[in-house]
């Protein structure tokens, strides 16, 4: 699937360079490149190449297999908005449901009753286009919560919701710093 979405290429590419250090440097209570917490998001930079993102996890998650809650192991679960500048990436947004994703499923993003689709790849899911990512990012800025649906490759059904409480404070922060 990724092929039908050049987008999606970028977005792996990026994702390949700085996932291990965001979701490791996030983990950690503190970090030599977190540069901002704004109350619910977090903004982290990297100078070469230069590359920023907002990032936050959940404050709810549930799992279900067939209706029933079930405790399932997940690693990170992170919301993410990235820039980098000599990629051309302004204002990516990705996910990571800390799974692998079912085999040609799509995350639904639920803000504030609107949804958008995030297509998966392994453990990670993005919108199809730049221009997606921009409505998104928009919706989030005026939104409370962001929820996001999705089915692991092992038929759980999983549920994240995500405060947007500094979102966009922290989007704004990891714009500016990788404007120049």
């Known amino acids: 699937m990724i092929s039908k979405f050049p987008h999606a290429l970028g977005a792996l590419a990026l994702m390949t360079t700085t996932v291990t250090l ?24 990297e100078e070469d190449p230069s590359e920023c993102w907002a990032v936050s996890a959940p404050k709810e998650t549930v799992n279900s297999r067939d209706g029933q809650v079930v405790s399932v192991r997940r690693g990170e679960i992170l919301l993410f908005v990235f820039y980098r500048p000599v990629a051309d990436v302004n204002g990516q947004v990705t ?6 994703f079912a085999s040609g499923s799509t995350a639904k993003l639920d803000i504030g009753g609107t949804k958008y689709d995030l297509f998966t790849e ?19 800025k005026r939104g409370s919560e962001a929820i996001i649906l999705a089915e ?5 059904v999983t549920s994240d ?12 922060e990891a714009a500016n710093r990788c404007s120049s």
Do not use: C, H, K
């Open 152 to 156: 692991s490759g092992r038929g759980t």
């Open 22 to 45: 965001a979701t490791s440097t996030l983990a950690q209570e503190a970090s030599s490149n977190r540069v901002a917490a704004n109350t619910d998001w977090s903004v982290f930079v």
């Open 122 to 140: 392994g453990e990670w899911a993005w919108p199809a286009t730049p221009e997606d990512d921009a409505r998104i990012v928009a919706a989030m």
């Open 95 to 100: 996910f990571t449901g800390g799974y692998p």
């Open 161 to 172: 919701t995500f405060s947007l409480l500094g979102f966009t404070a922290g989007v704004e």
